[in-house]
C-alpha cells in the first residue's frame, strides 16, 4: 500500500530551524513530483514547497520564500522539508503529497502530517 509519513516536527522558540522528513513506500518515488503542504487550524490547507521528481526543479510559496527549501534523496525514498527562521505564523500540521508525474500536479497520495509549533 502506498505510505508517506512524516516526522521531524517539533516546538520550537521563533527563529529556530527544523528539518521535516517524509518517507515515502508503495509507489515508484523516483518518478513522482513531491510537495510538503501545511494547516494551520482554521485555516485552508496551504501548498508550501513542490519538487520535481528529479529534483532539479524547486517551487515555494510567497510566504515561505528564502526561509524553505525542499529537497529529496530518492535512493532513500525520502522527500526533505528544511525550514529556518521559524515564525508563530509557520505553526501548522506539515503533510507531504505526492503530485504524481509533474511538479504541477495536483496531489494524489497524502500522509498524516507532523506538528510544528513555533511559540516562545
Known amino acids: 500500500q502506498v505510505q508517506l509519513v512524516e516526522s521531524g516536527g517539533d516546538l520550537v522558540q521563533p527563529g529556530g530551524s527544523l528539518r521535516l522528513s517524509c518517507a515515502a513506500s508503495?509507489?515508484?518515488?523516483?518518478?513522482?513530483?513531491m510537495a510538503w503542504y501545511r494547516q494551520a487550524p482554521g485555516k485552508e490547507r496551504e501548498l508550501v514547497a513542490r519538487i520535481s521528481s528529479s529534483g532539479v526543479i524547486t517551487k515555494y510559496a510567497d510566504s515561505v520564500k528564502d526561509r524553505f527549501t525542499i529537497s529529496r534523496d530518492n535512493a532513500k525514498n525520502t522527500v526533505y522539508l528544511q525550514i529556518n527562521t521559524l515564525k508563530p505564523e509557520d505553526t501548522a500540521t506539515y503533510l507531504c503529497?505526492?503530485?504524481?508525474?509533474?511538479?504541477?500536479?495536483?496531489?494524489?497520495?497524502w500522509g498524516q502530517g507532523t506538528q510544528v509549533t513555533v511559540s516562545s
Open positions: 508503495g509507489f515508484i518515488f523516483s518518478s513522482y513530483a
Open positions: 503529497s505526492s503530485l504524481g508525474l509533474s511538479v504541477t500536479g495536483t496531489p494524489i497520495y
